[in-house]
């Protein structure tokens, strides 16, 4: 992509979100409605994910430790309306061990503290190998970002070792969350 449709690109995202921003007066409601799952079986033995009454649940055997410096590209779409497309708000990338020990708060590390009330899961880094759950949870629409407009979302967190889309990036898991924002 070249840097000048990569400026225009960013310019129309920036526009979208103060858009978005005009409109909405907080999340009252978010339910799941589809939860899907792929992994790589050097690190997992097991990584069952389904949605149950519109909570997730969760049962993996992690059987490689995931070190310090193991990332996670996470991207946000909105389904353009009255159709089946989704459009890419925003992506980015975070070092998934310093988002869950970074002492400032933002969105990400209060979903992560979200999960913990429902799992298992490692309060910090590494990963080690174990048998890791997660029954019943829930997003609190108060913890999803105010500046999002209403609808449906697609979020696909993507997790790996090495650098996104590169040569010596080594795949780990891939989630794919659809939820309904009201």
């Known amino acids: 992509m070249s840097s000048r449709l990569a400026v225009i690109t960013f310019i129309f995202n920036l526009l979208l979100f103060a858009e978005f921003t005009r409109f909405t007066s907080g999340i009252t409601q978010l339910s799941f409605r589809s939860v899907n799952s792929r992994f790589n079986?050097?690190?997992?033995?097991?990584?069952?994910?389904?949605?149950?009454?519109?909570?997730?649940?969760?049962?993996c055997q992690l059987i490689e430790r995931l070190d310090p410096g193991v990332r996670c590209h996470l991207e946000f779409q909105l389904r353009i309306a009255n159709s089946k497309i989704y459009q890419s708000l925003f992506d980015f990338d975070i070092d998934v061990c310093g988002t869950i020990i970074a002492l400032k708060d933002h969105f990400l590390k209060s979903w992560y503290r979200s999960?913990?009330?429902?799992?298992?899961?490692?309060?910090?880094?590494?990963?080690?190998?174990?048998?890791?759950?997660?029954?019943?949870?829930?997003?609190?629409?108060?913890?999803?970002?105010?500046?999002?407009?209403?609808?449906?979302y697609k979020i696909i967190a993507f997790i790996y070792n090495g650098q996104y889309k590169k040569k010596n990036m080594d795949f780990v898991l891939e989630l794919q969350l659809e939820a309904t924002v009201l």
Do not use: I
């Open 41 to 59: 079986t050097r690190y997992f033995s097991n990584f069952t994910t389904q949605l149950v009454n519109g909570t997730v649940f969760n049962d």
């Open 115 to 152: 999960l913990l009330k429902y799992g298992n899961f490692m309060e910090n880094c590494p990963f080690h190998p174990d048998h890791y759950y997660l029954n019943g949870w829930q997003l609190d629409p108060a913890l999803f970002p105010k500046y999002l407009y209403p609808g449906d």
